[in-house]
């Protein structure tokens, strides 16, 4: 097996722009319905058990002014984003 390409890759990561970013759900009590919505009672009461699991993940709170409601933000998961100049003049070229 071959080792890792390291010190020839590293003069192109020391010229990336790396971002933090969050994959996030968002969650809005609305969406829910109420038990006419469904089907079934059982199918209301499943779905109403994944709401109330997630706004318990839920890692901030966002209020909306526009009709008084709230969203839950959940994190799926976390990454990295790396960019380059070389990067963005390639995007710039594609029409």
């Known amino acids: 097996m ?6 020839k890759l590293q ?20 969406e829910l319905g ?15 058990k994944w709401y109330s699991k997630q706004i318990k993940k839920a890692n901030r709170i966002i209020d909306s002014n526009l009709n008084q409601s709230k969203m839950f933000a959940v994190i799926n998961s976390t990454v990295w984003l790396g960019v380059t100049n070389n990067t963005v003049k390639h995007i710039n070229r594609v029409k």
């Open 11 to 30: 003069p192109k990561f020391e010229i990336i722009e790396w971002q933090y970013a969050l994959n996030e759900t968002y969650i809005n009590l609305e």
């Open 34 to 48: 109420t038990i006419d919505d469904y089907e079934s009672e059982q199918h209301y009461l499943k779905e109403k």
């Open 2 to 7: 071959k080792s890792c390409n390291y010190e």
